[in-house]
């Protein structure tokens, strides 16, 4: 009975060494380069955020929370559905 707990632990060693090693080389190959499709956060003016909702987000829903955050809808939607969203009272800061 024990020899057969060393084989069984001796295999697992074993699996688990060669799960990690391929683990890590896939990990190798992987790159932190990408860029966004919205335009760069700089050239929006001071207080306004780009948001892109859920595509099953109902209006209802979106007006509350909107009016929860004391945000409203200044811009968009884009192509790529971003919303430009503002502080209530500065819609007007461009």
Not at 55 to 63: A, H, I, R, T
Not at 69 to 91: C, D, F, H, M
Request: charged letters at 15%; zero cysteines.
């Amino acid at each position: 009975m024990m020899k057969w707990l060393v084989a069984a632990v001796v295999v697992e060693g074993i699996g688990l060494a060669t799960l990690s090693a391929m683990t890590w080389s896939n990990s190798q190959g992987l790159s932190a380069d990408y860029r966004t499709l919205s335009t760069p956060a700089a050239s929006l003016p001071a207080g306004q955020i780009r948001a892109v909702f859920a595509p099953d987000l109902k209006l209802g829903e979106l007006q509350g929370l909107l009016s929860t955050s004391k945000l409203s809808v200044v811009g968009g939607p884009s192509e790529a559905g971003v919303y430009t969203l503002a502080l209530e009272g500065r819609e007007r800061q461009r």
